[in-house]
């Protein structure tokens, strides 16, 4: 039952690249790895609990991290810009200071230092392009796949809503409040229209965000990560693996047709499209997220 679930301390995997990386784990270390991966300047913390035990009551291990340059994790020092940020959109911007194959790598080398052979993958967003990047490079190590609210890295698929450009390219806070406010703002966008998080809630996060680290510098990193990422549908159709792609059709930030095209790349996916949901994960949404999860993963028997 919930809240019987045995979860560690937040714990620290020195990678041989000399990235160090945050991570924590809930449930039985003898049950089947599920590795959690978030998206653009998230923290492991945006895994929700509540969702990492459910996810453990299903006879998972589970194990959430912080990717480099998001929350206590190791911060990667290369100057990025706007101006780079805006060239890259275009397509004529300079190499990125790393890529998803880096960060796909530090999801491997965590789960080397757990002393783990392979594991169940899940991401969010970038998440969901770093566990498809993951199934590529090593497919032997990727037991099942799924991937939320992503895209393939194809241009035409998977847009971002113009209202949230301005949000994006803000100013970055420079205080926790300013940063609650800003987070406010931005969920209040890109937040799901039919599962409405209560504002105490949002505010909560967002301060719990700040206070294990925020860098704008780290989130422009990852950003140009994602606007150098290949287009990786005709690979994606090579893949032979259980996968399951989640999408909301209320998505702002990563239009469906990113989810709809992921499914469509990859042979013998399962694409669960939900009602009124946008780029967040409502907790009315969890048991649904956990049951397809486990759904996809017992498919790998």
Same mark, same amino acid.
């Given at each position: 039952?919930?809240?019987?679930?045995?979860? %560690? $301390?937040?714990?620290?995997?020195?990678?041989?690249?000399?990235?160090?990386?945050?991570?924590?784990?809930?449930?039985?270390?003898?049950?089947?790895p599920?590795?959690?991966?978030?998206?653009?300047?998230?923290?492991?913390?945006?895994?929700s609990?509540?969702?990492? *035990? +459910?996810?453990?009551?299903?006879?998972?291990?589970?194990?959430?991290y912080?990717?480099?340059?998001?929350?206590?994790?190791? !911060?990667?020092?290369?100057?990025?810009t706007?101006?780079? /940020?805006? !060239?890259?959109?275009?397509?004529?911007?300079?190499?990125?200071?790393?890529?998803?194959?880096?960060?796909?790598?530090?999801?491997?080398? =965590?789960l080397?230092? +757990?002393?783990?052979?392979?594991?169940?993958?899940?991401? /969010?967003?970038?998440?969901?392009?770093?566990?498809?990047?993951?199934?590529?490079?090593?497919?032997?190590?990727?037991?099942?796949?799924?991937?939320?609210? %992503?895209?393939?890295?194809?241009?035409?698929?998977?847009?971002?809503?113009?209202?949230?450009?301005?949000?994006?390219?803000?100013?970055?806070?420079?205080?926790?409040?300013?940063?609650?406010?800003?987070?406010?703002?931005?969920?209040?966008?890109?937040? %799901?229209?039919?599962?409405?998080?209560? !504002?105490?809630?949002?505010? *909560?996060?967002?301060g719990?965000?700040?206070?294990?680290?925020?860098?704008? %510098?780290?989130?422009?990193?990852?950003?140009?990560?994602?606007?150098?990422?290949?287009?990786r549908?005709? !690979?994606?159709?090579? =893949?032979?693996?259980?996968?399951?792609? /989640?999408?909301?059709?209320?998505d702002?930030?990563?239009?469906?047709?990113?989810?709809?095209?992921?499914?469509?790349? /990859?042979?013998?996916? $399962? =694409?669960? =499209?939900?009602?009124?949901?946008?780029?967040?994960?409502?907790? $009315?949404?969890?048991?649904?997220?956990?049951?397809?999860?486990?759904?996809?993963?017992?498919?790998?028997?």
């Amino acid at each position: 039952m919930p809240g019987a679930t045995v979860v %560690s $301390e937040e714990l620290f995997a020195p990678l041989p690249t000399g990235v160090e990386i945050c991570y924590q784990t809930f449930g039985d270390p003898g049950g089947e790895p599920l590795l959690l991966v978030m998206g653009l300047g998230g923290p492991m913390t945006w895994w929700s609990p509540e969702l990492c *035990e +459910l996810l453990a009551d299903r006879g998972f291990y589970v194990i959430r991290y912080d990717n480099r340059d998001a929350g206590r994790s190791s !911060r990667v020092h290369a100057r990025v810009t706007k101006r780079m /940020i805006v !060239r890259s959109f275009f397509g004529r911007g300079p190499r990125p200071p790393y890529t998803l194959d880096d960060m796909a790598g530090d999801a491997f080398a =965590l789960l080397d230092h +757990l002393g783990l052979a392979s594991a169940h993958v899940c991401g /969010i967003s970038m998440g969901g392009m770093i566990v498809q990047t993951m199934a590529l490079l090593e497919p032997s190590r990727v037991r099942s796949m799924t991937s939320i609210m %992503s895209t393939t890295g194809r241009r035409t698929v998977g847009w971002q809503d113009p209202r949230l450009l301005p949000l994006l390219l803000a100013r970055s806070a420079q205080t926790r409040e300013a940063y609650v406010a800003s987070s406010e703002r931005f969920w209040r966008v890109a937040g %799901s229209p039919a599962y409405q998080e209560k !504002r105490m809630l949002v505010r *909560e996060r967002a301060g719990e965000t700040w206070d294990r680290g925020v860098s704008a %510098s780290g989130v422009a990193r990852q950003m140009l990560a994602i606007l150098n990422q290949p287009d990786r549908s005709r !690979r994606l159709h090579e =893949l032979r693996l259980p996968t399951l792609v /989640i999408h909301g059709m209320a998505d702002k930030m990563v239009h469906v047709s990113g989810g709809r095209a992921t499914a469509h790349a /990859i042979p013998g996916s $399962e =694409l669960l =499209l939900v009602p009124g949901m946008g780029h967040d994960t409502p907790v $009315e949404l969890f048991d649904t997220f956990a049951d397809a999860i486990a759904r996809n993963a017992a498919r790998t028997r």
